[in-house]
């Protein structure tokens, strides 16, 4: 069955450290997207890529930073200066607008990050 | 720049209350409305696509109806399983980006 899947589940990061969160999808999709997700405050865009070897930055980007090396892999990396980055993580993909975006998004079912 | 604002916030129904909740939408030429539904602890779950005003679309106890400024998801009967947070996005023929709205939280109490 095609999908998308992000590891870890839940994953602890300790002060000072990064960490790498997985997505990977078998959908073929060409879009993938990183969202940050907080009680009340809806999906927030962290970064996305259109095509392989290139990606955006969103609204709220300080503080992370991503690859995409592969068509079907879009890691991102909580790194040391994310002053604030417990939160739940979901990675989504889509085809292009016009031609394969007839249900939008498809997204993973995250990895909730807690700092300890 | 594509908004969308979702309203109310948070609602709380007895089992087999029918109630409707609320997308408005301000985009540059609509291309697409979605509906997904989110678990707790899950990542959201596609139900719709709508097109063009007038439009609807229905699945279970589930419909939802689209103008040209707002869409509803109107809950028919609603069992607890239907609780759930419902986030409503847009895509504009000016974006390649979905605009999400904040959700709906829906809980239902047998």
């Known amino acids: 069955d095609g999908g998308i899947t992000q590891s870890p589940k839940y994953l602890f990061r300790k002060e000072g450290q990064n960490v790498t969160l997985s997505c990977e999808q078998n959908?073929?999709?060409?879009?993938m997207y990183w969202y940050r997700q907080d009680p009340g405050q809806g999906l927030r865009l962290i970064y996305y890529?259109?095509?392989?070897?290139?990606?955006q930055k969103g609204d709220i980007a300080e503080g992370y930073s991503v690859s995409r090396e592969k068509k079907e892999s879009f890691p991102l990396t909580v790194t040391s200066a994310q002053k604030n980055p417990t939160a739940f993580y979901l990675c989504?993909?889509?085809?292009?607008?016009?031609?394969?975006?007839?249900?939008?998004?498809?997204f993973g079912s995250g990895t909730r990050l807690t700092v300890v | 720049e594509d908004q969308v604002t979702q309203s109310p916030e948070a609602l709380r129904l007895q089992e087999g209350e029918s109630s409707s909740l609320n997308c408005s939408y301000t985009?540059?030429?609509?291309?697409?409305l979605f509906w997904y539904r989110q678990d707790p602890g899950k990542g959201p779950e596609f139900l719709f696509t709508?097109?063009?005003a007038g439009e609807e679309k229905e699945k279970e106890r589930l419909k939802a109806t689209l103008t040209k400024k707002e869409s509803f998801l109107h809950i028919t009967a609603p069992k607890p399983e239907d609780s759930a947070t419902y986030l409503c996005?847009?895509?504009?023929?000016?974006?390649?980006?979905?605009?999400f709205g904040k959700g709906n939280q829906v809980v239902v109490i047998p």
């Open positions: 989504a993909s889509s085809g292009t607008p016009g031609t394969d975006f007839n249900y939008g998004y498809t």
């Open positions: 959908l073929n999709h060409d879009a």
């Open positions: 890529s259109q095509i392989v070897n290139d990606f």
């Open positions: 985009v540059s030429g609509l291309r697409g």
């Open positions: 709508l097109y063009s």
């Open positions: 996005a847009v895509l504009g023929y000016g974006n390649n980006r979905l605009a």
